[in-house]
């Protein structure tokens, strides 16, 4: 549910910060012109996120679990971007 969310904002900021390079929030091909650009990137809580032209933002997901009693970090593969 907490990932879910995290997704939902990231999106929702994703759009904000799309915006306000394209200048623009209603003219579609300038936002997504802007999207494109490789020059969106913002502050986020989990680092700082660069998108490039291909839509990756850089950041990547870390989870830990518990394994034979001891915290295992667990690290998404890189194409589980958000």
Not at 48 to 58: C, K
Request: with cysteine; glycine share 6%; charged share 15%.
């Amino acid at each position: 549910m907490i990932l879910r969310w995290f997704r939902v904002a990231l999106r929702s900021h994703t759009l904000v910060h799309c915006c306000a390079l394209a200048s623009t929030d209603t003219d579609l091909v300038a936002i997504a012109q802007a999207a494109r650009s490789g020059k969106l990137e913002w502050d986020t809580p989990m680092g700082r996120a660069h998108f490039t032209p291909d839509g990756l933002s850089g950041l990547t997901m870390s989870v830990a679990h518990v394994e034979a009693g001891k915290l295992v970090q667990f690290q998404m593969p890189e194409l589980v971007q958000f």
